[in-house]
């Protein structure tokens, strides 16, 4: 059933939790209607009460392109369009450089940069046809200060703030925006699977709501004059 009613329609990929979830949360507050992107439908679900509206939810592999065309083609079919993407899907797990086996390179590359780039390749038509569009893309600190443990997770994120640039060189008009934001620490589940409070204090870490503000910052046009940057983010 059509849901197009003239309001704005945001994409948030990895939307089940953390990060993902609260900025769902700001973009229906602020009006858009929302599309939430993951593998967990049970956590979809609890985003989608947490929203307060009814949410249009996928279940869906971002690692695989045919996936993500679909995606967008399911919520061009419903909603009618697509105002604002936010990539935040991703994949971390730690092992040194001895250890990163092939299947751990591809599924970090896979999620963490294949995806965005088929979903932003799937949505340019649509963008440009329109000549606006709002792209985040959520990276990280580590694009450029790597943790050690951290190679597959480092190098994709490093592609995805290459991703940003590209767009910005790209686009044929002013209104297709893009912005690239690194985050430090964020409390997580991804982040406490891999660190314990003695090792990533709680107080070093954002919070997901601090960091969705921050992402509304940038879809209202706050920050445009650094498009194409890697914005850091961390607690000060």
């Known amino acids: 059933m059509s849901t197009k009613d003239g309001r704005p329609v945001a994409l948030v990929t990895g939307g089940g939790s953390g990060v993902g979830a609260s900025c769902a949360q700001h973009l229906a507050k602020a009006g858009h209607r929302i599309a939430l992107v993951g593998r967990t439908r049970a956590r979809l679900e609890e985003t989608d009460?947490?929203?307060?509206?009814?949410?249009?939810?996928?279940?869906?592999?971002?690692?695989?392109?045919?996936?993500?065309?679909?995606?967008?083609r399911e919520v061009l079919e419903v909603q009618g369009r697509v105002d604002v993407l936010v990539n935040n899907a991703g994949f971390a797990t730690q092992a040194g450089i001895?250890?990163?086996?092939?299947?751990?390179?591809?599924?970090?590359?896979?999620?963490?940069?294949?995806?965005?780039?088929?979903?932003?390749?799937?949505?340019w038509d649509h963008f440009t046809e329109r000549g606006t569009g709002c792209?985040?893309?959520?990276?990280?600190l580590a694009s450029s200060d790597p943790f050690p443990g951290f190679l597959a997770y480092a190098a994709s994120k490093s592609g995805l703030d290459s991703l940003g640039r590209s767009i910005i060189a790209e686009r044929p008009v002013p209104g297709i925006r893009a912005f690239t934001i690194n985050l430090a620490a964020v409390e997580t589940d991804m982040l406490r699977s891999m660190f314990d409070h003695a090792v990533v204090p709680p107080e070093a870490c954002l919070q997901p709501v601090e960091v969705a503000d921050f992402v509304m910052e940038c879809i209202r046009g706050m920050h445009d004059e650094r498009q194409g940057e890697s914005i850091v983010l961390m607690r000060s």
């Open 49 to 72: 009460r947490l929203i307060g509206t009814d949410s249009q939810r996928i279940i869906a592999d971002l690692s695989r392109p045919e996936e993500c065309r679909s995606v967008v």
């Open 98 to 123: 001895s250890e990163t086996s092939e299947e751990l390179m591809r599924t970090a590359l896979d999620t963490n940069l294949l995806g965005p780039m088929c979903l932003i390749s799937e949505l």
């Open 135 to 140: 792209v985040v893309n959520i990276s990280s």
